[in-house]
């Protein structure tokens, strides 16, 4: 089973829309991320969380929100979604005393 | 603010053709370099991370080399296997956040 494990893997919607993606964790980290990554460019931070507690904005934060539910869950959530929020979305983890990061499998979201 | 950029922005190989990919970084204070390998549909693959100028790390025929101001990753004989996307992130003294590049696509013809 996949350690860092993201629903769903695809989605359509409209404009407007309200949207969450979910994001789980079995590593036991603490730190997990969001990114999107759009072509040509690199991986852009959202939103970080150190622990439950935590929640930090990243480069891109503007239209987005999360929740952390439990050590092991981080929500992303769209409250109304625009088609330039169209982009791979990837969730990604790490521990206290390494810092390289586990990428989930990736979300494919587009607005229309 | 920190900056990575990373060159060429593709490389078209001949199986067994070696080559490098080329990340430039300039940040405040550097805690850390990362590479990472990324297939198309899935999420980045963790490489190597390298701390210090003059480090030099090796997995198969990859060779992650680091200097004061860039990075590189040498492949060696390279496979169609080794076909991907890499991709170096640096991660500042002031925090843990990663700073990505755009990623070198590499393609490798039999």
């Known amino acids: 089973d996949a350690d860092v494990t993201q629903t769903p893997r695809n989605r359509i919607t409209k404009t407007g829309k309200r949207i969450m993606l979910e994001c789980s964790q079995t590593?036991?980290?603490?730190?997990m991320y969001w990114y999107r990554q759009d072509p040509g460019l690199g991986l852009q931070l959202i939103y970080y969380?150190?622990?439950?507690?935590?929640?930090n904005k990243g480069e891109i934060s503007d239209g987005y929100s999360v929740s952390r539910q439990a050590q092991a869950k981080f929500s992303l959530s769209l409250e109304s979604a625009i088609p330039n929020q169209t982009a791979l979305y990837f969730c990604?983890?790490?521990?206290?005393?390494?810092?390289?990061?586990?990428f989930g499998p990736g979300t494919r979201l587009t607005v229309l | 603010e920190d900056q990575v950029t990373q060159s060429p922005e593709a490389l078209r190989l001949q199986e067994g053709e070696s080559s490098s990919l080329n990340c430039s970084y300039t940040?405040?204070?550097?805690?850390?370099l990362f590479w990472y390998r990324q297939d198309p549909g899935k999420g980045p693959e963790f490489l190597f991370t390298?701390?210090?100028a003059g480090e030099e790390k090796e997995k198969e025929r990859l060779k992650a080399t680091l200097t004061k101001k860039e990075s590189f990753l040498h492949i060696t004989a390279p496979k169609p296997e080794d076909s991907a996307t890499y991709l170096c992130a640096v991660q500042t003294v002031n925090d843990y956040k990663l700073s990505f590049g755009a990623g070198t696509t590499v393609t490798v013809r039999a």
């Open positions: 390298l701390y210090s």
């Open positions: 940040v405040s204070g550097l805690r850390g």
């Open positions: 990604a983890t790490s521990d206290l005393h390494n810092e390289e990061q586990f």
């Open positions: 590593k036991g980290h603490d730190r």
């Open positions: 969380s150190f622990d439950v507690k935590d929640i």
